[in-house]
């Protein structure tokens, strides 16, 4: 990345104005720079849903299934020309964070930018001890939509969402607070999720100090799908848990897909086509689940009581007479933050190290699952 030249770029045009435009009211001015030139796009190995390009005096993002969230992160005193108006205006560098998801949070913290973060939706749910500890000491603010007074005191300057919202979205722009759509859970492979890091080196004026831990996670990660497909006998796997007589089943090409996959197992409804959860009966899935010897992932279960208690049939399937029944609840706090929705989201490398464990060695010695009782 060229931050250096950008930022040299936004200084050097600071002078020039200072020394053209002398008076107090002219000095209030923007200016157009020098015309920007393209400097390199980033380059995302795994990620499909997003793209940045940098120019030398600011950088384009785009988000999205189709890419179609367009923003332009620019520098207060750089005059945007008709031909970028249509882009949703960024400023540069950010400082003040607001994160509508978890997962959001585990990303931040992951690159050592906890201290960018300075309001969080639902703050009760984060996992983080050391966001926690930020909240006890009123760093970050707890923030409700419902409440907008909140949102001025923290000096929030970008929230992050995860889908649009347009009518909060408007209130916010009315603030003058900026707001980007952040997909991360587009991405069908988990490396692809965490690689969503690599925006907040656009967004922010600090360095990510965590290439070296990015290049780790990625290379533990291979080496272990790489020894994991190795290994002859593939486990059959299910997950999830019915509601009110509906399985909501992920598909056969999402992200819980690829993880099992990569372990070495045999997902139940892997021949699905689609990134998106199923909707299926549940006498069908029961059916279907007949033979599957792991179950992952059952809701919010932390005992085989409970999951009993939801249909006594499901009692009567293998991995509940086996008891091979694992829950990523195991980093969970007391209010029921899940830490699989925060650094689970950063370090999928320890997620594919856990099921292998389980799935192939009867290794209980897990991070974010546990086998229930």
Request: proline share 4%; net charge negative.
């Amino acid at each position: 990345m060229s931050k250096f030249i950008l930022c040299c770029s936004f200084f050097v045009a600071s002078l020039l104005f200072v020394s053209c435009f002398p008076s107090s009211e002219q000095a209030t001015k923007t200016i157009p720079l020098p015309k920007s030139t393209f400097v390199d796009s980033a380059y995302f190995d795994f990620a499909k849903h997003i793209e940045i390009a940098e120019y030398s005096n600011y950088f384009i993002i785009k988000t999205g299934t189709q890419l179609e969230h367009e923003y332009i992160v620019v520098s207060d005193s750089y005059k945007l020309p008709d031909s970028l108006s249509s882009y949703t205006r960024i400023p540069y560098p950010v400082k003040n964070i607001a994160c509508m998801s978890t997962t959001q949070v585990g990303l931040i913290e992951f690159i050592g930018l906890a201290n960018k973060i300075a309001g969080i939706a639902n703050s009760k749910y984060v996992y983080s001890d050391v966001i926690q500890q930020r909240i006890k000491e009123d760093l970050i603010t707890n923030l409700d939509q419902q409440d907008l007074e909140s949102w001025i005191k923290a000096d929030i300057d970008l929230v992050l969402l995860s889908d649009p919202q347009a009518a909060f979205q408007e209130k916010l722009q009315a603030l003058g607070i900026a707001s980007l759509i952040m997909p991360e859970y587009l991405e069908s492979h988990p490396l692809g999720r965490a690689e969503w890091h690599v925006i907040f080196d656009y967004l922010t004026d600090d360095y990510s100090n965590n290439r070296q831990n990015w290049a780790e996670v990625i290379s533990l990660y291979e080496l272990l799908a790489k020894k994991a497909s190795e290994i002859k006998t593939k486990p059959s796997v299910m997950t999830g848990l019915p509601y009110k007589g509906t399985w909501y089943m992920p598909g056969g090409d999402g992200y819980l897909a690829q993880l099992i996959e990569d372990a070495g197992g045999n997902y139940i409804y892997s021949k699905s086509q689609g990134t998106k959860s199923m909707s299926l009966d549940l006498e069908a899935v029961i059916n279907t689940c007949d033979t599957a010897q792991f179950w992952i992932n059952p809701g919010t279960a932390t005992s085989l009581q409970e999951i009993q208690a939801a249909d006594s049939r499901l009692a009567n399937l293998r991995p509940f007479q086996d008891s091979l029944i694992y829950n990523a609840s195991k980093r969970q706090s007391a209010s029921g933050g899940y830490d699989l929705y925060e650094s689970g989201v950063a370090r999928p490398d320890l997620l594919l190290q856990d099921l292998i464990k389980f799935l192939h060695f009867n290794d209980d010695r897990l991070q974010y699952f546990e086998r229930l009782n």
